[in-house]
């Protein structure tokens, strides 16, 4: 039974789909704060279930010798070393869009706290002030708000502040024309944004593009007065550029419910008196976290049990209807990789796989990795489909997709693979038949047509009259029983390969015997 450990605090809805399904899983919604326990115990695990307080980081993924998925309740990864989750194989996936109304509401209501200096007042009035004369708000209403990142939140934030009949100006690089015209809202450059908005609202995830986007300049560059609202990321402002700002006087309020350093015990901006802050509050919603655990455990549960892959930020996905379809061309891309990359002795320059019919419309990106996980595997044990392309890539291997929806041979699907080594190109092609088994059914631009079996000899040799019963009998003598036989030729007198399954490992003994037999050309042991 796969192992979940769940190190945030999800809503336990969590845990019962986990169990529901099948999964132990392990709720200890804070254990992820302390790195040194996750470390030890993540090695017991086969998926672990966060929110932004645990941080996987490349450390403790070393440990992690059992994980296969990471799933986060709510959007930002920012908290997980992805690169290293799919060095390791270990799929990353969230949930887009659980979060996104609640955390869009959070934005607007920080925007009218900062408008009326709802919580100065709150404090004011029941520390036994009646300061009346002291909170004189500004009006949102004809204002003009400034998105910076009109996604999922930020289209919601603009749709809701149109509703309020604000004007919104938008900056988003990818924001079409066409939605920013559905939405309502202007697209501007953040120039104009800057020198325009009253309120400016902060929708980008953290990137190196977006890491400080309101830096010192950049505040400078704003309308005298303007208010800040961050409920996205810590860092996206330079924290103590805006404190000095708002000293000055130059910026008139900031919300922020999200800091560079967190948990924010000490910031550049606490204590001012026109600044509000929250805890990270922006998804912390009844409805939320409900739907965000529900999501997030589904979606882990479809990996763990059935290889379905949704929503993960470092593989494409693989629906769980799709899944029992692609499952024995997984198989077979993987086993025609690994024939040739245990046959490939020098360094792998490119892998091309070439896809026929009906599996040509299928999700190439997956069974691609399945390929040159094959590929890879003999030289490299851990690689796996979530980790192959990126190893390739670091390797210099190019990776390369041909496909053609027209079957060109007799079958309703065919994939070949071809494997450019720094000796010579090796190629190898197969199907998956009606009995969902898959099969090679060419080897070198040679018919043939074998199951894959644990172990297999494969011979190249001369198409002459006598190798049969000599190699026969080289078996016989090993006391090697014979399972399946197949045997293919270019031409009468030609060229001729042998793909032979046996029921245990071949020694390299009976190897050496094989290429002994004057047709022989070359044999191999390879495994499945
Ligand atoms: N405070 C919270 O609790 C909370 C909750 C949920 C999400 N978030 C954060 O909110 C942010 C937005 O989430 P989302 O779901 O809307 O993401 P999203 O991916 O749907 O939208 C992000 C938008 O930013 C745009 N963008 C990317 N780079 C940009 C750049 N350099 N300049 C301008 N725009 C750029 C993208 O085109 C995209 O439209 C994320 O950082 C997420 O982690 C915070
Ligand atoms: O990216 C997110 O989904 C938010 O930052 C929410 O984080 P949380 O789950 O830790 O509240």
């Not at 966060?50 to 980081?57: C, G, L, N, P, W």
């Not at 000490?266 to 805890?279: I, R, S, Y």
């Not at 041979?409 to 070949?416: G, L, M, N, Q």
Request: with cysteine; glycine share 8%.
């Amino acid at each position: 039974m796969p192992r979940v450990l769940i190190s945030d605090a999800l809503s336990p809805a969590a845990v019962q789909i986990f169990k529901d399904r099948g999964i132990d899983a392990d709720f200890q919604p804070d254990l992820g704060k302390d790195r040194d326990r996750l470390a030890a115990v993540i090695g017991d695990y086969d998926g672990l279930a966060i929110r932004s307080a645990t941080k996987v980081t490349a450390k403790i993924l070393e440990g992690a010798v059992r994980l296969k998925v990471i799933g986060r309740a709510g959007i930002g990864v920012d908290n997980v070393d992805v690169p290293a989750a799919t060095g390791r194989g270990v799929i990353v996936m969230n949930t887009p869009f659980g979060n996104s109304i609640t955390t869009a509401e959070h934005a607007i209501a920080m925007m009218f706290a900062l408008a009326r200096q709802i919580p100065q007042a709150d404090a004011s009035t029941q520390a036994g002030r009646w300061e009346k004369n002291r909170f004189m708000g500004v009006e949102i209403t004809a204002k003009t708000l400034g998105v910076i990142g009109c996604g999922n939140i930020g289209a919601i934030v603009a749709d809701r502040a149109v509703g309020l009949r604000m004007r919104v100006v938008a900056y988003d690089p990818y924001l079409t024309p066409e939605r920013a015209l559905t939405l309502g809202v202007e697209k501007v450059e953040l120039d104009e944004l800057l020198r325009r908005a009253d309120i400016i609202t902060l929708h980008v995830p953290m990137t190196d593009r977006t890491r400080n986007i309101l830096s010192a300049e950049a505040i400078a560059r704003t309308k005298r007065g303007v208010r800040i609202v961050n409920c996205a990321r810590g860092g996206l402002v330079d924290e103590a550029a805006l404190r000095a700002a708002l000293d000055s006087g130059h910026v008139a309020g900031a919300a922020f419910d999200v800091f560079a350093m967190e948990p924010a015990t000490e910031n550049p901006l606490f204590g001012h008196p026109n600044v509000v802050c929250t805890p990270h509050l922006g998804a912390s919603t009844s409805e939320a976290q409900e739907n965000v655990a529900l999501q997030v455990a589904d979606q882990m549960s479809d990996y763990l049990l059935q290889g379905a892959i949704q929503n993960a930020v470092n593989f494409p996905s693989i629906s769980a209807e799709e899944a029992p379809r692609l499952k024995p061309f997984v198989a077979l891309a993987e086993k025609l990789g690994s024939f040739l990359g245990q046959l490939t002795e020098a360094p792998i320059k490119g892998i091309r796989i070439e896809y026929e019919g009906a599996v040509a419309g299928m999700n190439t990106r997956a069974l691609t990795a399945a390929a040159v996980t094959g590929a890879l595997r003999p030289f490299l044990q851990d690689v796996n489909m979530v980790s192959a392309p990126v190893v390739a890539r670091d390797r210099g291997i190019v990776v390369e997709e041909v496909k053609r929806e027209n079957a060109a041979r007799d079958y309703e699907s065919f994939i070949r693979i071809v494997i450019d080594a720094e000796d010579m190109p090796r190629h190898a092609g197969g199907t998956v038949f009606q009995d969902g088994k898959p099969r090679v059914t060419e080897i070198r631009d040679i018919a043939v047509d074998a199951e894959f079996a644990p172990h297999m000899i494969y011979v190249r040799n001369a198409d002459q009259p006598g190798f049969i019963g000599r190699f026969g009998m080289l078996l016989g003598e090993a006391g090697v029983n014979v399972a399946t036989f197949a045997l293919g030729r270019d031409r009468p007198g030609g060229d001729a390969i042998c793909f032979v399954a046996v029921d245990e490992a071949v020694s390299p003994e009976l190897l050496a015997r094989i290429e002994e037999i004057p047709q022989v050309k070359r044999a191999r042991a390879v495994r499945f």
